[in-house]
């Protein structure tokens, strides 16, 4: 069994910054991809970011210049680097991992981090 957490939620004023992570832990086999999402209630789940097995990483344009997905695969971690945050910013923070179990690649979710930007 997989199981994906995230960390590094909270408040935060407008312009500050956060670091999300978001660790695997279980029987990990290759993590192909990671990706973080974001959730306002009422509204559809919104793609941020992505990073691929060969490091390749994208960011949404909403987020482009300010936020910066890595990984660290010794750690079976990603991490979302959130600066200038913005008040249109604050959600739940979503992981989701793509691991090849066997075979089989399976997607995995964590169950969020909530980021609140107010001042």
């Known amino acids: 069994q997989v199981q994906l957490a995230e960390s590094g939620g909270g408040l935060v004023q407008p312009g500050g910054s956060l670091r999300l992570s978001c660790a695997a832990s279980?029987?990990?086999?290759?993590?192909?991809?990671w990706g973080w999402y974001r959730q306002v209630p009422g509204k559809k789940r919104e793609w941020v970011a992505g990073?691929?097995?060969?490091?390749?990483?994208n960011v949404a344009d909403s987020v482009k210049g300010r936020f910066t997905i890595s990984r660290d695969n010794a750690k079976n971690t990603v991490y979302l680097q959130m600066n200038s945050l913005k008040p249109e910013d604050p959600a739940v923070y979503l992981c989701?991992?793509?691991?090849?179990?066997?075979?089989?690649?399976?997607?995995?979710w964590g169950q969020g981090t909530q980021v609140t930007v107010s001042s």
């Open positions: 989701d991992a793509v691991i090849q179990m066997g075979a089989t690649p399976i997607l995995y």
């Open positions: 279980g029987s990990v086999g290759s993590i192909e991809a």
């Open positions: 990073i691929t097995g060969a490091g390749s990483a």
